[in-house]
């Protein structure tokens, strides 16, 4: 008798456990169908996004190459205005007895 009495709770254990699969299963589909009929309206706003996104890429870039060329340009005048300086704070190291020389003037000039 308490053989068939195991049984049955396995089979109604086993029932049980099937309707809950049934449900979750139920559950996942609803959840693609809604993911489904959301997806053409997430793909126009990824779309409009994207748009914007680019847009906004050129433009910066345009801006940052403009930066960039200012940038240059100052460095390379600052390095016109001070060459003579260079030069003399070189010949200033450079000049006089070798045993004076600085030790950073060989890395410098190498």
């Known amino acids: ?14 029932e049980r456990q099937a309707a809950i699969r049934v449900e979750k299963l139920g559950r996942t ?3 693609w169908g ?6 053409p309206s997430r793909l126009d706003r990824m779309a409009r996004h994207a748009a914007w996104y680019f847009d906004n890429q050129a433009v910066e ?3 940052n190459l403009r930066g960039a060329g200012w940038y240059l340009k100052r ?7 001070r060459l003579p300086a260079y030069g ?10 070798p045993q004076q020389i ?9």
């Not at 008798?1 to 086993?14: I, R």
């Not at 460095?75 to 205005?81: E, I, L, P, S």
Request: aromatic share 12%; glycine share 8%; proline share 0%.
């Open 1 to 14: 008798m308490a053989g068939l009495l195991a049984g049955c709770q396995h089979k109604q254990f086993a």
């Open 29 to 31: 589909a609803e959840t």
């Open 34 to 39: 809604a993911a489904e009929q959301s997806r």
């Open 61 to 63: 870039f345009d801006r």
């Open 75 to 81: 460095d390379v005048d600052r390095a016109g205005y």
């Open 88 to 97: 003399e704070e070189a010949l200033r190291i450079l000049y006089g007895k």
């Open 102 to 110: 600085e030790r950073n003037a060989i890395i410098l000039f190498y």
